[in-house]
């Protein structure tokens, strides 16, 4: 059985920092891509970004609202997927989910983030 | 920016056949994917790949795509099934992934 289990959400100030983990089991993830997607509350759903497996250089791919101040990693001897949030803005408030694949299969619980003066 | 447009909601009766559409330019190219999401909720994966369900989904789901339009069908749509859905894809160049803005599916 996939398991996508996340930690580390919180409430924080614009401009802080916050790293998500997401520990997967059940599937081989060191040959999985994996993906963050995250849903403002009571909106849509709004994709991150998505690392590549190690084997492709972990290469990564965001999307526009988080380029630049976002950091996916992987670290495959431990089957966890990371979110490192920089310079975190109000508009970034948001349930987080981890995914696997680019376009997502399976979701992890999701954790709240929010952003607050 | 690439979008994915979807009707903001769908109402049917039990027994009828939803269809959700999600329109996008690329979609002649590029897979659909479709999302199911109750309230309180993680989505699920409905369809991925355009028309292949996924394997805890019941067969009432079916998916399709021609030209730029690409359908979710529930056909005998059941209480239970009452969810938004979201389909999902990306532009020609790849580099775009994106979310149509979810379709509210009413069934009463």
């Known amino acids: 059985e996939v398991q996508l289990v996340q930690s580390g959400g919180g409430l924080l100030e614009p401009g802080g920092s916050l790293r998500l983990s997401c520990a997967a089991s059940?599937?081989?993830?060191?040959?999985?891509?994996m993906s963050w997607v995250r849903q403002a509350p009571g909106k849509g759903l709004e994709w991150v970004g998505r690392?590549?497996?190690?084997?492709?250089?972990?290469?990564?791919d965001y999307a526009a609202p988080v380029k630049g101040r976002f950091t996916i990693s992987r670290d495959d001897s431990k089957n966890t997927l990371y979110l490192q949030m920089n310079g975190l803005k109000i508009e970034d408030t948001a349930l987080y989910y981890c995914?696997?694949?680019?376009?997502?299969?399976?979701w992890g619980q999701g954790v709240l983030v929010a952003v607050s003066s | 920016s690439y979008e994915l447009t979807q009707p903001p909601s769908v109402s049917v009766s039990p027994g009828q056949t939803a269809r959700i559409t999600c329109s996008g330019d690329?979609?002649?190219?590029?897979?659909a994917y479709w999302y199911q999401q109750k309230s309180g909720q993680a989505p699920v994966v409905v369809i991925y790949?355009?028309?292949e369900r996924a394997s805890e989904m019941p067969e009432r789901f079916s998916g399709s795509s021609s030209g730029t339009m690409a359908t979710l069908t529930i056909s005998g749509a059941q209480v239970e099934d009452e969810a938004t859905y979201y389909c999902f894809s990306t532009d020609f160049s790849g580099h775009h992934r994106v979310f149509g803005g979810g379709t509210k599916l009413t069934v009463l």
């Open positions: 690392v590549k497996t190690n084997t492709e250089n972990g290469a990564t």
């Open positions: 059940g599937f081989t993830f060191s040959t999985t891509w």
């Open positions: 995914v696997t694949g680019e376009a997502p299969m399976y």
């Open positions: 790949e355009d028309s």
């Open positions: 690329a979609l002649p190219k590029k897979y």
